[in-house]
């Protein structure tokens, strides 16, 4: 379903993030107002498989590469070498409610984020009270998002995302969002998408989580692969080296 092959990923942390026309210009002219390059591997020839109706966990300390590498499996950046073989369609829960217009209203929103995911307006039209229902947010419809808590921008979006039952899913930290009530209806419709035979790549800090919904882990620090296996060994492991064990060799 999913075969990631030697993924490297590169950044330049030299170049800022706001660097601008008019400094490239001055730049071109004048080697001392250059960007310095400072090349940072966010991943290193990782590599593994995910097969149909496989649930897989990624774990690792903060920068370890996990949301990069589900980037990169998502499409949503090129890795700098290395291959990502994708079979089935995707539907990625990375950046909850990236898709806003923080000026429209929630139920405007609904349309606007599901005819970026592909929905058509039929199809939100009928799905529509489902949607509302499921994120809780009936009496805030006609309210712009810009005036919605993160909790609730993200209630709505995993309500939007959740909405149909996709072939791949890739998760980043979303049984985290909302209140605790909404963190136990977040877990079971990711365990009837399970159930339902839908192929998953998760990312969470929460073991618990990941000991719950995972057949496999793949442990990552600095952007490689420390070791792939049983979702239970692995999270043991895992633990002891975080609490100053002796961390385990990298799989070659």
């Known amino acids: 379903m999913i075969r990631v092959n030697k993924v490297s990923m590169k950044f330049n942390l030299g170049i800022e993030k706001n660097f601008s ?4 210009f001055i730049s071109a002219f004048n080697k001392k107002r250059r960007p310095k390059r400072n090349d940072f591997w966010a991943l290193k020839n990782v590599s593994f498989e995910v097969k149909k109706g496989e649930v897989i966990g990624l774990i690792g300390s903060n920068g370890a590469g996990k949301s990069t590498l589900l980037k990169v499996v998502s499409g949503v950046m090129k890795p700098t070498t290395g291959k990502v073989e994708v ?3 995707i539907s990625p829960m ?3 409610g990236a898709g ?3 000026e429209l209203t929630a139920r405007e929103n609904i349309y606007l984020n599901g005819a970026i995911l592909g929905y058509s307006k039929k199809f939100i039209d009928e799905k529509f009270d489902e949607i509302v229902d499921f994120s809780e947010l009936r009496d805030f419809l006609d309210v712009p998002v810009r005036n919605f808590s993160s909790g609730m921008v993200a209630k709505l979006a995993f309500s939007i995302a959740t909405i149909v039952n996709p072939e791949i899913l890739i998760v980043d930290e979303i049984l985290s969002v909302g209140d605790i009530k909404f963190q136990e209806k977040s877990k079971n419709k990711m365990m009837e998408l399970i159930k339902g035979g839908t192929t998953v790549l998760y990312v969470s800090h929460s073991l618990e989580s990941i000991k719950d919904l995972c057949d496999r882990v793949v442990w990552l620090e600095h952007g490689e692969v420390v070791k792939i296996g049983p979702a239970k060994k692995i999270i043991e492991e ?3 080296a975080q609490m100053g064990e002796e961390m385990p060799k990298k799989v070659s």
Do not use: P, R, S, V
Request: proline share 0%.
């Open 87 to 89: 079979n089935g369609d």
């Open 21 to 24: 026309i008019k400094e490239a």
């Open 238 to 240: 895992y633990y002891k």
């Open 94 to 96: 990375i950046e909850l």
């Open 100 to 102: 806003f217009d923080m």
